[in-house]
Structures are given as C-alpha cells and as structure tokens.
C-alpha cells in the first residue's frame, strides 16, 4: 500500500507556471505507475497525465499537451508535475494517483489517491 500527499497548488495568473508534487510513502514507489487527475465543481474527475514505474513512458491528455511536463524521481518517492502556459481552464483541485500496474488513464484502474491541491489560474 502506498499513501500520496500533493503539494504546491497555489494562486497564479493566466500564463504563468507552477510545479505540483506528490510525495509517496514506502519503499515500493517505482513499482508503481503514476498519474495526475483533476477536478472542478459538478464536473467528473480528469486525466492530465499519466507516467510508468521507470519514469521512460508518459501520456498527457490533449488539453495538456505541450505545456505540462510529468516527471518522477524514483530515489526521492516523489512524483512531479511542472505546469507552464497556464489557462483559466486549468483550474480545478489536482489528485495525484497509484496503481501496482501498467500506466493508464482511466481513473477507476487506480486504487490509491492523495487529498488534493487546489490550482486556481485567474484571467
């Protein structure tokens, strides 16, 4: 079992940049891939991206493409996600998730979840 706490949300205006991170516990986090959902008020849950055990494979959702960059660092237990060119419609609470298998992006494959970190982007 793993457990997942995101940090650096914040504030920041339209175009600008922040960097989210996940910290894992335990000392299996490379066995498991990773990914990065979100979600605003009303609205179902969200793929933004998704990374496997070693860090070599990623996957973003099209509305992401190009602006958001997932990383890990396997040493650290600590996933990442640098986010330039933010837009208003980026905002919304960002999860980081885990699953003990290969990479997706179907938010029901992953069975373990952090709290959440409120990203607000204003216009």
């Known amino acids: 079992q793993v457990q997942l706490v995101e940090s650096g949300g914040g504030l920041v205006q339209d175009g600008g940049s922040l960097r989210l991170s996940c910290a894992a516990s335990?000392?299996?986090?490379?066995?498991?891939?990773m990914a990065w959902f979100r979600q605003t008020p009303g609205k179902e849950r969200e793929f933004v991206a998704t990374i496997s055990w070693t860090g070599v494979s990623t996957y973003y959702a099209d509305s992401v493409k190009g602006r958001f960059t997932l990383s890990r660092d396997n040493a650290k237990n600590t996933l990442y996600l640098q986010m330039n060119s933010l837009k208003p419609e980026d905002t919304a609470v960002y999860y980081c998730?885990?699953?003990?298998?290969?990479?997706?992006?179907?938010?029901?494959?992953?069975?373990?979840w952090g709290q959440g970190t409120q990203v607000t982007v204003s216009s």
């Open positions: 335990g000392r299996t986090f490379s066995t498991y891939a």
């Open positions: 998730a885990a699953r003990r298998s290969y990479y997706d992006s179907i938010q029901y494959d992953y069975p373990y």
